[in-house]
């Protein structure tokens, strides 16, 4: 079932300051929360993240200090590199040993 997490745009901020992003794309991606009545899908916001070049491993930490397990981590990163290969929303059902 689909979560929502919440944090404060001051804390957004402060955080995006600390992955080393300039001014110009923080306020790239809080203007993009503004345009979207203050909501991004997770895969997305990754997705920019990594695209800006902020580390995996500091995106996953940021994600479990507002309450994203290890589960749904799992998840976010397998379809945010999905959608990156063009596989979208399909999902694997099967994995073949060869």
Request: proline share 1%; glycine share 4%; no cysteine.
């Amino acid at each position: 079932m689909a979560r929502t997490l919440f944090f404060p745009k001051d804390e957004l901020r402060r955080r995006l300051r600390a992955f080393r992003l300039d001014e110009l794309r923080v306020a790239e991606i809080t203007s993009l929360f503004d345009k979207n009545n203050r909501h991004i899908d997770v895969v997305s916001f990754v997705i920019m993240l990594e695209r800006y070049g902020v580390q995996r491993a500091e995106v996953s930490a940021f994600l479990r200090d507002i309450g994203v397990d290890e589960s749904t981590l799992i998840n976010v990163f397998s379809k945010a590199d999905f959608t990156r290969l063009g596989v979208g929303n399909r999902e694997i059902t099967q994995v073949v040993l060869a």
